[in-house]
């Protein structure tokens, strides 16, 4: 069974930080890359960071060098540190496993960012 659970959204001003956090079932985190989406109103669900089971990651270029992707083993978790964030990051963020041909979703969490 995939259970992804996210937390740590909310709101935050233009220039603040906030870092969401993924729990993975363990056995999907040790086998799997993990990515964070994100799914503003009005526009298409896209990637904003991945890592895989070993540890590289990347980004979508409008995230690089404010956003990091990590994964902590211990604890089957990855988070997604967000800083210098500006209003057109405000969406629903999401985390995402793909199991083959099949991707397993998290519930989503809401970022605003406004002044």
């Known amino acids: 069974q995939v259970q992804l659970v996210e937390s740590g959204g909310g709101l935050v001003q233009p220039g603040g930080s906030l870092k969401l956090s993924c729990a993975v079932t363990?056995?999907?985190?040790?086998?799997?890359?993990v990515g964070w989406y994100r799914q503003a109103p009005g526009k298409e669900r896209e990637l904003v960071a991945r890592?895989?089971?070993?540890?590289?990651?990347n980004y979508a270029d409008s995230v690089k060098g404010r956003f990091t992707i990590s994964r902590d083993n211990a604890e089957s978790t990855v988070y997604l540190q967000m800083n210098s964030l500006k209003p057109e990051d405000t969406a629903v963020y999401y985390c995402?496993?793909?199991?083959?041909?099949?991707?397993?979703w998290g519930q989503g969490t809401q970022v605003t960012v406004s002044s």
């Open positions: 995402n496993v793909r199991l083959g041909l099949r991707d397993f």
């Open positions: 363990r056995s999907i985190f040790n086998t799997y890359g």
């Open positions: 890592t895989t089971s070993g540890g590289s990651t």
